[in-house]
Structures are given as C-alpha cells and as structure tokens.
C-alpha cells in the first residue's frame, strides 16, 4: 500500500454524488485513528497537513507514519500539503513522495496566483501528483495563515473559469461563505454562488473550513458539487476536551498511554460522523 493523488478519487467522488473528507493529522494518533476508522468503513481518506505540521512531525516521519498506516489497514491513502506557498518547498516534499498538494495563492492577485499556481502544476504533471488551488480568500485562522474577515472575498464564478482553465488544476477550493478556526455565530454558505461556480467550472470543488458548519449546509454544499470536506478545528477539540476531562478526573496522571487514549476516542467518533456526512463510507 501507498501514498496515491486524489485525482481519481475526486473524480469518482464527483461522479458518485458523494465527498471524500480531509482531516488535519499532526502526529501518530492522529494517523492511526483517522486510517483506521477509513479503512472499518471502506471509505477514501484524505490525511492533510500544513507546512507546520510539517515542521512539527518532521517530513520524513509524516511520510513513513501514513505509507505505513495505509499499508498496515489495506487502505491506499491520500497525504496532502495543506495550504503551501513555496514553490521549492512543494517539489522537496513531491520528491520526497508526497502525491497531492494544495498550492494557495489567494492572497496573490489574480494573474500572480495563477502564475504561481501554474508553475506547480507544471511540476506536478512529471510525478502524477494532483494539485488543489484557491480562488476567493476564507476568513479565519488556520497555523500561522490569519485572514481577517475584511481582506476575505468570495469566489467569482466566471474568474473561476478562467482561472481552472489556465492553470491548469485538479480541484477547486472556493471561498462560499466558509472559515477556519472557529466561527463567531451560525455560518451561512453561498449556495447560489456554489451552483453558479458548478455551472462554469467541470472539477471537483473542496469545502474547507467545514469544522463548525451545520451537518445540513454541508450536505447541501455536497450535492452542488463539493466533492472534498477539509476538517481540522473538530478534530482538535474533541482531542483537546477528552484529554483535558481525563487530567480533571487523575489530575496526578503522567502515561501518555493512558491519557492519550481517551483524546483518540473522541478523534475516532468526529472522523466517523464526518464520513457519514460525506457520503464516502462503503466508496473505497
Ligand atoms: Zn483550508
């Protein structure tokens, strides 16, 4: 088993009505759980990570943790670059084995994004890597990556377009509506824009910042053609609470084997729902 591109697996996502969810991993239960809870459901998994996750876990640690999740579980995974900008950066970690990336050049102007978005998938084409990109700016605060609700904007439909066909991209990330982080009071998604981004661009579109979204809009984002849910805020918390509830009840624990435990139970009930959500569980 093995790291693969997402590229057919969106596709089949887009042709089957369903979306293959993305979650944040930081580390090795964050791997396991998100693997093995695919895998008990046949379902795709995305395992994304940001550049400081990738500073964080080391490149090469990340690298042979998922390759050997996926092959431990009978499950060809997804390893994604999460929200990257450097362009040597992106091909070290292709090389390295990475077969998915996100290149975001959103808060580029539009011809220095496609620009940059374009020399990546130049690359990309000699090592069967997919390549995601962003048009439209989300709110919200994901790493080191703040946007201010001001300097975000929504995705345009007919720049949409254009922007696909020059560049050149496997995916599509839109900007409906959707944060990062948390959100302050119920968000409420573009739905019009969604169908009208659907009617001029044929790729699979991704949903990030779905962490906090109502179960109902993001079904609903799914059937107008969202085929790639990102979650990572939902994650950290049910993993946070559990550990935190565990420390208030042994307040002198100190194995991680034990306190850990709890944090990835919780991790292993979001990844579940989520899958359910998506649509994706029995699809691998
Ligand atoms: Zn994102």
Request: aromatic share 8%.
């Amino acid at each position: 088993m093995y790291l693969i591109s997402n590229r057919e697996m969106l596709k089949k996502a887009q042709r089957g009505g369903y979306a293959v969810p993305a979650f944040n991993v930081h580390n090795l239960e964050t791997v396991q759980v998100v693997v093995e809870t695919a895998a008990a459901l046949s379902s795709p998994v995305i395992l994304a990570g940001t550049p400081g996750t990738f500073i964080y876990a080391g490149l090469e640690y990340m690298v042979s943790i998922c390759r050997e999740a996926a092959h431990i579980n009978h499950l060809p995974v997804v390893l994604h670059l999460d929200h990257h900008e450097e362009y040597d950066d992106i091909c070290h970690k292709v090389q390295s084995g990475i077969r998915s990336v996100m290149i975001d050049g959103s808060h580029l102007s539009f011809e220095q994004n496609i620009e940059a978005v374009s020399r990546v998938v130049r690359f990309c084409q000699n090592y069967d890597v997919s390549v995601e990109a962003e048009l439209g700016r989300l709110g919200g605060q994901e790493d080191d990556l703040a946007v201010d609700s001001k300097d975000s904007f929504y995705t345009d439909p007919m720049a949409a377009k254009e922007y696909v066909s020059r560049t050149g991209i496997d995916s599509l990330a839109v900007a409906i509506g959707s944060a990062h982080g948390l959100y302050h009071g119920e968000p409420h998604l573009d739905f019009d824009r969604l169908a009208a981004i659907r009617q001029q661009v044929d790729i699979p579109l991704v949903l990030h910042g779905a962490s906090g979204i109502p179960e109902e809009q993001v079904r609903r984002a799914i059937n107008f053609g969202i085929c790639k849910v990102n979650v990572a805020t939902d994650l950290k918390i049910a993993f946070a609470d559990a550990v935190k509830a565990y420390f208030t009840e042994h307040p002198d624990a100190n194995d991680p084997r034990k306190y850990i435990t709890p944090g990835k139970e919780a991790m292993r009930k979001v990844v579940e729902t989520k899958i359910h959500i998506c649509g994706s569980a029995g699809m691998m």
